[in-house]
């Protein structure tokens, strides 16, 4: 039996780019048979929807697809790890976050990029487009602007905005977390939890830690300068250029330690690391986890390496390793949140999305793994497990209901049942797509490598 070859992703995708000329289309979804058929959907029929609508525009989300389209909106000042590499580039992974959105969440996206690095424009756009969307997904965002971005849309828009990389990141850590605590017989709510970076994912994170229950003295934040500290010397400057470092610093009181300590401080006795920083190897040094408690917990995940790779973080002494790769055990993959917390938010034309639905996704994750039997190498699903999705989306659906954010009320399990039969048939027209032969066969068979 031959050996299998290594596959070169980066030249295989660019190929199969070109050759597919994109990745997601749009096509019609009601019955197109006759001139008649014309005379519903557009003119004259079309014009007692939009008297109605002009009416109420609340009722744009029952006679148009708007309650079931999100935008994907990015200016490309923060893609992937490239960087800032324009609005253009960062459209692939816009259109790859679509196909996400509907292939896992039977949610319609189109990717939307723009040159408006001004964060006030950039809103101003927001405001504009809302209109045409049921929900605004917010990608590849340079920080710290990501976060008045966020707070401010959330503000000014009644539909629902997330940002992936702060809130998706959050949630499915968070999830990850829960497991491994039980697997280690911790309680995550009186951990010593470190967060090694203060970018958009671990932020977010904290303040997510803090709406689950986690006291903010048990958590210490590092930035590239060391801990996160009322005391240090910028903290007067972090005020005016970066508030939610300023906010953590006065919150956890630097987790008790002294200003200018470092990680290998910090990291001496906690329970959990968690990195989201500079790509490694290295950028964790084994020493430093080789103090942490008993039995830690370690997520590294930085892309495409990890902060430290996870034999390392093994052979130092912790317990339960994940990163963000999807070849190594314990994978915190985004796509495991976002497809089915807009499927939820959408079902019930919710209004924002709150923290408190952010865990109610995680909590759902999180158990959905525990009745497949979580251990050291499994504490979150992966994309392919798609039962997943209908029971995140309908315990968010059902904590919007619950917060009186939703403009339409359903139960747990009405949502469960409308969410698997969305996202199931989505998942059959495309096989039939494909069995049928239109969407062509790929010009090289990857599978067979």
Request: aromatic content about 8%.
């Amino acid at each position: 039996m031959s050996e299998k070859k290594e596959i070169d992703w980066y030249s295989l995708s660019l190929r199969l780019h070109k050759f597919y000329e994109g990745k997601i289309e749009t096509i019609p979804k009601v019955p197109v048979r006759r001139l008649n058929d014309f005379a519903i959907w557009y003119t004259p029929g079309v014009a007692e929807p939009s008297r109605q609508i002009s009416k109420n525009p609340e009722e744009s989300f029952e006679y148009t697809s708007r309650w079931n389209t999100i935008a994907v909106v990015s200016d490309g000042t923060r893609v992937l790890g490239l960087g800032k590499v324009g609005p253009e580039a960062a459209y692939p992974v816009m259109e790859g976050k679509a196909l996400i959105f509907k292939f896992l969440g039977g949610v319609d996206a189109i990717p939307l990029v723009h040159r408006a690095r001004d964060p006030e424009k950039f809103l101003e756009l927001l405001e504009l487009i809302e209109p045409s969307f049921g929900g605004i997904n917010l990608e590849d965002i340079e920080s710290p602007k990501c976060f008045y971005i966020l707070e401010e849309a959330r503000k000014r828009l009644s539909i629902p905005v997330w940002h992936d990389d702060q809130q998706g990141t959050a949630s499915v850590t968070l999830a990850g977390l829960i497991n491994a605590s039980i697997l280690t017989n911790r309680d995550l709510k009186k951990s010593r939890i470190v967060l090694f970076g203060a970018g958009a994912a671990n932020i977010a994170l904290y303040r997510i830690l803090k709406a689950y229950g986690v006291p903010a003295e048990n958590i210490v934040v590092l930035d590239s300068k060391g801990v996160l500290h009322p005391d240090r010397d910028d903290i007067d400057k972090l005020m005016i250029s970066h508030p939610w470092k300023y906010k953590i610093a006065i919150e956890t009181k630097g987790g008790g330690l002294k200003p200018g300590a470092g990680p290998a401080e910090a990291l001496e006795g906690a329970d959990i690391l968690v990195a989201a920083s500079k790509p490694g190897p290295g950028t964790i040094k084994k020493e430093w986890i080789s103090k942490m408690a008993r039995d830690p917990i370690v997520f590294a995940e930085a892309n495409p390496v990890p902060e430290i790779w996870p034999w390392e973080a093994k052979e130092a002494g912790a317990k339960i390793v994940a990163t963000g790769r999807s070849d190594f055990p314990n994978q915190v993959n985004n796509s495991l949140i976002f497809p089915a917390m807009f499927r939820g938010v959408l079902d019930v034309r919710a209004k924002t999305i709150t923290d408190e639905m952010a865990i109610a996704a995680a909590e759902a994750v999180a158990e959905y793994a525990r009745l497949k039997g979580i251990n050291e190498d499994y504490i979150l699903p992966t994309m392919e497990e798609w039962e997943v999705y209908p029971r995140v989306a309908a315990a968010v659906a059902t904590k919007a209901v619950e917060q009186g954010l939703a403009r339409r009320t359903t139960t747990y399990n009405e949502e469960l049942e409308r969410a698997k039969e969305i996202i199931g048939r989505t998942r059959e027209k495309y096989l039939k797509l494909w069995e049928s032969g239109l969407i062509p066969k790929p010009p090289v068979d990857y599978e067979e490598r």
